[in-house]
């Protein structure tokens, strides 16, 4: 529901579990998602032009988005700022940015993620004010997982997304971070996010008259809370290739999350 799309294989093997016609809704915010994300991360682009590409983006907002997005806003009840706040958020990556606390990175978290799931909710048929706050904080919680579970992969290209005063707290230097030798602290430093994300997990429950609706959201949750407590199980091995789920467990975690629905229903 509220990844990044650049990690979309288990965003993509959620979206089956729709109906035909709000599948094809999704996918096609989330094709606005992933080209806005492939501006700001493409490695060849320089800095500038990113920007005037995504001052483009930000002018079809205002002006008429594509047809497709442009019926999200009439039929689902877009707000359009919400494709502005995810505008934001993948232009802060443009260049590396460092976040000095939580509460920043919390901003972040809520441009690329929660703003994502806000959409997603009104593409999913839900109704509950209670859906704003569950999409909220899932947003937070698969963001948080996404961080933890790129820490290696985001190094290598100078970012760091761990808090500094984090970073500050558990003696971690920037530099060793980036050369993949955090040191001792590392550990107690990603427990704590680790942590955090738990807590935001625990807090995302869905509306009884949503849940039906909520039912693609409800097999992330399941799938990034699995990914979560495997890479604390493992110590974290960030800088190692990212975890990954097989299709298997995936269609096994889904299939449980479908019954249990159904069940509570």
């Known amino acids: 529901m509220s990844e990044q799309p650049k990690a979309s294989s288990h965003l993509a093997f959620a979206l089956r579990w729709l109906a035909p016609d709000r599948r094809d809704e999704a996918l096609a915010f989330y094709r606005f998602c992933r080209e806005i994300d492939d501006i700001a ?121 761990l808090p500094l005063e984090d ?34 997990f625990a807090a995302a429950i869905p509306p009884a008259s949503d849940r039906k609706a909520l039912l693609a959201p409800a097999i992330m949750k399941a799938l990034y809370a699995r990914i979560l407590e495997r890479l604390a199980r493992r110590g974290f091995p960030v800088f190692e290739p990212p975890l990954r789920l097989s299709t298997s467990e995936r269609v096994w975690v889904a299939l449980g999350v479908v019954f249990r629905e159904r069940v509570l229903r």
Not at 124 to 133: K, L, R, V
């Open 41 to 161: 991360d493409n490695p060849v682009l320089p800095a500038e032009e990113k920007r005037v590409s995504l001052d483009a983006w930000w002018g079809r907002v205002r002006d008429g988005l594509p047809p497709d997005l442009e019926r999200l806003v009439a039929l689902r009840g877009v707000p359009r700022e919400l494709f502005l706040e995810i505008i934001e958020g993948c232009a802060s990556d443009i260049e590396p940015q460092r976040f000095e606390t939580f509460a920043h990175l919390e901003a972040y978290c809520w441009r690329v993620a929660c703003a994502v799931g806000l959409v997603s909710i009104r593409i999913f048929g839900c109704h509950a004010p209670e859906s704003e706050e569950y999409a909220v904080n899932l947003g937070h919680a698969l963001q948080i997982t996404n961080i933890l579970r790129d820490v290696g992969e985001d190094a290598r290209m100078g970012r760091i997304y």
């Open 167 to 200: 970073l500050a707290r558990f003696g971690v230097a920037e530099a060793d971070l980036l050369a993949g030798r955090p040191g001792a602290g590392f550990r107690g430093l990603l427990d704590l996010q680790a942590e955090r994300a738990r807590r935001r």
